[in-house]
Structures are given as structure tokens and as C-alpha cells.
């Protein structure tokens, strides 16, 4: 074996661990998506209805507020003509994250309508 095939073989096994190192981290960042988001204060904790539905119950009343995970569609992804998975990843991650953000913005002003309404002076 000269060492042109040497480094080929090594080439060829750095290349499949990439992509199977990146076929765990999009893994990892589909679970992360499956998981309820962090509540703020004034938000309680979440129960997972299962079917992507989290159930956001008043503390106070047997008022709630069900969040849809899964009808939100993806928002656009921009990437450059030469991009990575890493890239794509991390496009994902940014663009997933903003859909979190909104969620929890939306339960959020629910949240507070419903206390200025039903528990005011709260
Ligand atoms: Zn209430």
C-alpha cells in the first residue's frame, strides 16, 4: 500500500464519521424540538398532550390554552450555495429556536388577556 491509498482510506473514514456525526446532531436537535419549551414566569408548566399538543393550564381556573406544536410550518432557511450539514444544522436550530420563541410569546399574551380578564389585580 503506497501512500496515496493510505490516504485515501483515511480521507473516506474522516468523511463517513462527519456525516454520521452529523446525522446524530440533527438527531438530537429533532428530540430537542419534541421536548416542551423552558416556561417563564408567567406561564405554567406545560402538559404534553401527545400528537405535538402542549396544554397550558390556569393555575386559578380551569381555564387553558393548547399550543399545536406541529402546525407551524418551518420557517425559511438561508443558506449558502456551498453549505455544510453543520451549516444546515445550525440553520435549523436558529430557525427552530424562533419557532419556540413565538410560541412561548403567544402563550404568553394568552396568559396575561386571560389574567387581566378573569384574575384581575393578579
Ligand atoms: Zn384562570
Not at 418551518?74 to 453549505?83: E, H, K, Q, T
Request: hydrophobic content about 30%.
Amino acid at each position: 500500500m503506497d501512500y496515496d491509498e493510505i490516504w485515501a482510506k483515511i480521507e473516506a473514514a474522516s468523511e463517513r464519521r462527519g456525516r454520521e456525526s452529523s446525522d446524530e446532531a440533527l438527531r438530537a436537535y429533532r428530540e430537542d424540538l419534541r421536548k416542551p419549551p423552558p416556561p417563564p414566569s408567567v406561564i405554567p408548566e406545560p402538559e404534553n398532550l401527545g400528537d405535538g399538543v402542549l396544554r397550558f393550564r390556569c393555575p386559578i381556573c380551569p381555564w387553558y390554552y393548547d399550543e399545536q406544536m406541529d402546525s407551524q410550518s418551518p420557517g425559511r432557511v438561508m443558506l449558502s450555495a456551498d453549505f455544510t450539514a453543520q451549516d444546515l444544522i445550525e440553520q435549523l436550530a436558529v430557525e427552530g429556536e424562533a419557532r419556540t420563541n413565538a410560541l412561548l410569546v403567544r402563550t404568553e399574551r394568552e396568559f396575561i388577556t386571560h389574567y387581566a380578564d378573569k384574575h384581575p389585580g393578579r
